[in-house]
C-alpha cells in the first residue's frame, strides 16, 4: 500500500481526507512529522477545502476544521505559487543570469521544499533573505544592473512573505520566533493536537495536554491518569484522560483488536442483558481465552497482569459502554453530559472538586447508536421516534447511573445522554452533616421525625441531592422497619441496604414518558403497596399521575409509617403549586404533607463554584382552606443563612412552635405536652450525630459516617434508649448519651 494514499469522504456537510498511513515509515503526526506535514499540504492543494483530516495507522488520528484550516491557507499559497512558477519572468533575460540563479536556487528551495515540511522555517528563512538582500542594496554590495535584474525576485520574496503573514499559523507563531531554529517543531505542538481512535473503540480522545493550561490536580484511577486543567480565557476547566487502552503497545493494539473483530460476531441478546453482571463475567471469560490463544498463535508472550487488563479492556468495548465506564470509575465524577451531534462535541462532566469541566473525550454517532441498543436491551423500553426519551439505570462494576436518552424527532441532532452517577454507598446524615449539606440539629430533627413516622417531599432542582438526601432518610429507618420503594428508574440504595440487613423490597414502575410499555403504571404500583403489609414507603420522584396515589398512601399511612418521596420544585409553595396545581391533586389531600425539606445548589459569587445545601426545612399545618402561604399553612423550622453557610432554626422552632413536632410527641407518654423533653430528645440525636462526625474528622476515619457504620450506631442508640427508658421508667438524655459514647470509644477501636 502507498504510503500516502488518500480518500474524499463526503457526509452532509462534512468533508474528510481519510489518509493510509499504515506503510508509512513514521508514526502520522502532523506536528511531529515533517514528511507528514508535506505529504497533507500536497494532497490540500490538490483537493480543496476540507472539514477534517484522518490519518490511519493501527488508530485514526484526527484534526479537526480549525487545525485543517490552518494548513489549507499554506496549500492554497502553495498552489499559487505553482502556478506562478515562471510567472514573475526571473529568467527572463540572460544577461541577468549570474545575478538571478544562485538566488532562484535558493528561493526555489524554500518554496516547494521547506514550505510544506516547516512552512514556519519557510517564513523565517525567508524573512532573512529580504533582509540580506536589503542589506546589500544599501551597503552598495550589488551593482545597479543587478538590482535592475533582480527587480522581480524581490517582488517574489516580498509577495510571498506578505502572503504568509496574512496566514493564522504565521499570526500565532509570531511571538514564538525570535530564537527559532528551523527543525524545532515546538510551535506545531502549540497549534495541532489530533484526538485519536483506535481500531477497536469509537470513541475519539485528545491525547497531548493542552499547551497554555495549568494543572489544577492529577490522579490515578486504576491504570488511568486523570489531569484536571484550568485553561487560558476561558472559565471552564479541563478534565483530561489517558486510560489504559492509550498507552498499549502496537502488539497489544493488534492482539485486541483482533480479538474485538471475532467477539463482535456475537451479539449479545435482550435475555443476557436481563443480568448484566452475569453477562460480563461469560464474555470476560470468553475474552481471556480468546487473547490467550492469539497471543499463542503471534508468538507472543501474555502475561496474567497483561491479559487482564486488555480482558477488561475488551468487555469495555464489546458489552460495555467504553470510555463512560472510565469516567464513571472515578467517584469525583457526578454528571456526565453528551450532547449531539456526536463526533464533534466533548463529553462534559461535573466534578465533584471543580464543578464543570470539559473533557479530552469525543464520542462518535456509532458509539452513541452502539450505547443505545444496549440501554434498550438492558431497560426493556423503547427508543425511538415514537418514544424519543428514555430513562434507565446502568450497573457497572464499579458504579451505578442513572442515565436519560434522547433521540429523534425531540433532539433533532441525533442521540443524546444525560448520565448521573450515584455514590457507591448509600448517604447518611452525618455525611451530609460533614459535607456542610445539613446543621446538627437539622439533623436530629429530621432523625425525630423519621422515628415519629411523618411524611415528608424531599424538594429541590435538579442536581440538588434530592434523590441522595431522600436515601439518607431510608438510613435513617430503623432496620425492623420493612421498606418499600417504587421507581421508574432505580436510584435509591436498595441492593446496599439490603446487605446491611434491611427488610426491603425494591418495585419498578413504567416511566411516565415512556408509551406502549408492559411496566405497572406509577399509581398502581403505589396502591399495590397498600395491599402488601405495613411497610415505609418511598417513592423515587413525583412527576405525574402518581401523586394522587402518593397522597392517597400517606393519609393512609402517616400516622404508622415514614412515607416519603422526592419532587420538583424550589420551595415550600412550589411544590404546592405543583402538587396541587400541576398534578391536580385536592387541596385538602396535599395537607397529608407534613414536612417539605428543599434542597438547592449554592452559587459562589463569582458564579464558578456551587456546594448543595438544604436550604429550606418547612411544617405544613393543617387549619388553611385554599393558599397555604397566605394562610399562614407553611412554617420554616430552618432557614439557610448564606452569611454563615450554615442551616440555621427560625424562632418558631426554638419557641417550641412546631405542629408536626409535637404531633410527633404526642404518641409518646412522656413527651406530651412537655415540650423540653422533646427538644432534649432531639438536641440528643444531633450531639450524637455531631460526635459521630467528630470522631471521624479526629481519626480521620470517614467510613465511620458510612452507612455500614452509622447503622450500628442508630441501632444502638434505639437500643440504649430501651434500655434506660425500661430501667428508669423515662429517656435520660444524659445517661443515653454516655453509654452511646461508651459504646463508641469501643467500636473504633476495634
Not at 532573512?128 to 538582500?133: D, G, S
Not at 490536580?217 to 491518569?225: K, L, M, V
Not at 480479538?259 to 471469560?285: C, L, N
Request: glycine fraction near 6%.
Amino acid at each position: 500500500m502507498e504510503c500516502g494514499k488518500y480518500d474524499l469522504i463526503r457526509e452532509g456537510e462534512e468533508i474528510t481526507l481519510r489518509v493510509d498511513c499504515e506503510s508509512c515509515p513514521f508514526f502520522p503526526s502532523l506536528e511531529d512529522e515533517p514528511r507528514l506535514m508535506a505529504l497533507t499540504i500536497n494532497a490540500l492543494a490538490e483537493v480543496g477545502a476540507v472539514t477534517q483530516l484522518v490519518f490511519v495507522q493501527k488508530r485514526d488520528i484526527e484534526y479537526d476544521e480549525a487545525q485543517v484550516q490552518l494548513l489549507s491557507e499554506l496549500a492554497v499559497i502553495y498552489k499559487q505559487l505553482v502556478g506562478q512558477k515562471f510567472a514573475y519572468g526571473v529568467l527572463s533575460r540572460p544577461a541577468c543570469a549570474r545575478f538571478v540563479n544562485p538566488r532562484y536556487t535558493q528561493i526555489q528551495e524554500i518554496l516547494y521544499r521547506t514550505f510544506k515540511s516547516d512552512p514556519v522555517a519557510a517564513y523565517v528563512e525567508l524573512k532573512r533573505l529580504a533582509r540580506e538582500e536589503k542589506h546589500q542594496i544599501e551597503a552598495g554590495i550589488v551593482s545597479q544592473e543587478g538590482v535592475e535584474c533582480l527587480q522581480n525576485y524581490y517582488r517574489l520574496l516580498q509577495d510571498t512573505i506578505n502572503m504568509l503573514e496574512q496566514t493564522k499559523i504565521i499570526k500565532i507563531a509570531q511571538p514564538f520566533l525570535p530564537g527559532f531554529q528551523p527543525g524545532d517543531r515546538t510551535i506545531y505542538r502549540r497549534l495541532f493536537s489530533p484526538t485519536i481512535k483506535p481500531d477497536f473503540m469509537f470513541t475519539k480522545l485528545m491525547a497531548s495536554f493542552p499547551p497554555e493550561g495549568e494543572e489544577l490536580a492529577s490522579y490515578q484511577i486504576g491504570d488511568t491518569e486523570i489531569t484536571v486543567f484550568q485553561l487560558p480565557e476561558t472559565v471552564q476547566y479541563l478534565y483530561h484522560m489517558v486510560p489504559a487502552e492509550f498507552k498499549l503497545t502496537e502488539e497489544k493494539y493488534e492482539l485486541l483488536d483482533a480479538a474485538r473483530k471475532i467477539m463482535a460476531e456475537h451479539k449479545p441478546k435482550r435475555t443476557e442483558f436481563v443480568d448484566p453482571e452475569r453477562m460480563r463475567q461469560v464474555f470476560a471469560s470468553v475474552g481471556s481465552d480468546l487473547l490467550d490463544e492469539l497471543a499463542g498463535h503471534r508468538g507472543m508472550h501474555l502475561r496474567p497482569r497483561d491479559r487482564d487488563e486488555l480482558t477488561k479492556i475488551l468487555v469495555r468495548y464489546t458489552v460495555g459502554f467504553g470510555l463512560v465506564e472510565v469516567l464513571l470509575d472515578d467517584d469525583k465524577v457526578q454528571d456526565i453530559t453528551i450532547n449531539s451531534p456526536m463526533g464533534r462535541i466533548p463529553i462534559f462532566i461535573v466534578h465533584n472538586d471543580f464543578g464543570d469541566c470539559t473533557t479530552n473525550i469525543i464520542p462518535t454517532a456509532p458509539e452513541g447508536e452502539s450505547w443505545a441498543s444496549k440501554l434498550r436491551m438492558i431497560s426493556g423500553r423503547p427508543l425511538d421516534e415514537a418514544n424519543p426519551i428514555l430513562d434507565t439505570e446502568l450497573v457497572l462494576p464499579t458504579a451505578r447511573a442513572r442515565v436519560a436518552a434522547i433521540t429523534a424527532p425531540l433532539n433533532p441532532t441525533g442521540l443524546a445522554y444525560s448520565i448521573r452517577r450515584h455514590r457507591d454507598k448509600p448517604w447518611t446524615l452525618p455525611l451530609f452533616m460533614k459535607n456542610g449539606m445539613l446543621s446538627a440539629l437539622s439533623a436530629g430533627v429530621l432523625s425525630f421525625l423519621i422515628d415519629g413516622s411523618r411524611t415528608l417531599l424531599v424538594a429541590g432542582t435538579r442536581s440538588s441531592g434530592k434523590t441522595s438526601l431522600l436515601g439518607s432518610v431510608m438510613v435513617d429507618i430503623m432496620r425492623r422497619s420493612r421498606i418499600i420503594t417504587i421507581e421508574d428508574t432505580l436510584e435509591l440504595p436498595v441492593e446496599s441496604l439490603r446487605k446491611l440487613g434491611y427488610n426491603i423490597q425494591s418495585m419498578k414502575v413504567a416511566s411516565a414518558l415512556t408509551r406502549g410499555t408492559t411496566e405497572v403504571s406509577a399509581d398502581e404500583g403505589i396502591r399495590s403497596t397498600l395491599r402488601l403489609g405495613d411497610s415505609s414507603l418511598i417513592v423515587g420522584e413525583v412527576r405525574s399521575v402518581e401523586a394522587r396515589a402518593l397522597y392517597e398512601a400517606m393519609r393512609v399511612g402517616a400516622l404508622a409509617n415514614v412515607v416519603a418521596g422526592t419532587i420538583h420544585g424550589d420551595s415550600p409553595y412550589g411544590v404546592f403549586d405543583r402538587v396541587v396545581n400541576d398534578l391536580g391533586v385536592p387541596r385538602t389531600s396535599f395537607k397529608a404533607t407534613d414536612v417539605i425539606v428543599v434542597a438547592n445548589p449554592v452559587r459562589s459569587p463569582d458564579g464558578i463554584h456551587r456546594w448543595r445545601r438544604v436550604t429550606q426545612i418547612t411544617e405544613v399545618r393543617k387549619l388553611w382552606e385554599e393558599d397555604p402561604l397566605r394562610e399562614g399553612g407553611f412554617v420554616d423550622l430552618f432557614k439557610y443563612d448564606p452569611q454563615t453557610d450554615s442551616l440555621q432554626p427560625t424562632n418558631d422552632l426554638l419557641r417550641g412552635d412546631s405542629d408536626v413536632i409535637k404531633a410527633v410527641a404526642g404518641s409518646v407518654k412522656e413527651w406530651a405536652g412537655n415540650w423540653d423533653a422533646v427538644w432534649d430528645n432531639i438536641n440528643l440525636r444531633a450531639k450524637i450525630k455531631q460526635t459521630l462526625v467528630d470522631t471521624a474528622d479526629k481519626l480521620k476515619d470517614f467510613d465511620l459516617l458510612e452507612a455500614s457504620f452509622y447503622v450500628r450506631a442508630n441501632d444502638e442508640f434505639h437500643r440504649i434508649s430501651e434500655q434506660v427508658r425500661d430501667e428508669l421508667g423515662r429517656l435520660d438524655s444524659e445517661r443515653i448519651f454516655f453509654a452511646w459514647n461508651e459504646w463508641l470509644k469501643r467500636a473504633v477501636k476495634k
